[in-house]
């Protein structure tokens, strides 16, 4: 027992920390004046869930540069092969009322046409931002393996405490018959 524990310990002192990564990507932001509104977009790619980005729209009015709290903001997506669509309603908060956040899940991988729908009493455009690329999920069997491994391990330890408490009681009729 002593020695996995000096083994775990060496291990853990050898092996340098590694960096922790961020669950998002920051995307570049995407500046577009369309009709009576300054919008801009913010697309980030999970890099833990394939297919889910998180949007972030910031409507002004472009005539006075006030933010639009009171906009209906759609998120649309169009798969570029095939005729897969969907939308999702950007939101906003009264602790940020010029900012309107989605969350998109795009089920298919390949190119995705996106466009951003903002309708408000200034009026309705619809603008293309830049389009989502979903890769093909990776197929990993390290996983499986080290799964595998774990329950392995475990059925193992199990075993061999199975095996010491049946030794040591067979030790113990045998000194009590004696």
Known sequence: MRFFTALVLILCALLPPSVALA??????????EAGPYQIDVVAS?????????????????????QPV?????????????????????????PVSPAEYTARV????PGVWAMSVDVS???GRVEVDVPPQ???????????GLVFIGVFVVLIAGVAYL????RRTQQRREVSNAG
Not at 23 to 32: D, L, R
Not at 69 to 93: F, Y
Not at 105 to 108: A, C, F, N, P
């Open 69 to 93: 709290s009171d906009a209906r903001v759609l998120i649309r997506a169009r798969h570029v092969d095939s005729d897969e669509a969907g939308w999702a309603n950007a939101l906003n908060t």
């Open 23 to 32: 669950q998002q990507t920051e995307g570049q932001p995407y500046h577009v």
């Open 45 to 65: 790619a999970s890099k833990l869930s394939v297919g889910s980005v998180e949007y972030l729209v910031r409507v002004y009015d472009s005539q006075t540069g």
């Open 133 to 143: 690329t979903v890769s093909v999920p990776r197929q990993s069997e390290a996983g």
């Open 105 to 108: 899940e795009l089920d298919g």
């Open 120 to 122: 408000s009493s200034l």
């Open 162 to 165: 199975t095996w010491t408490i």
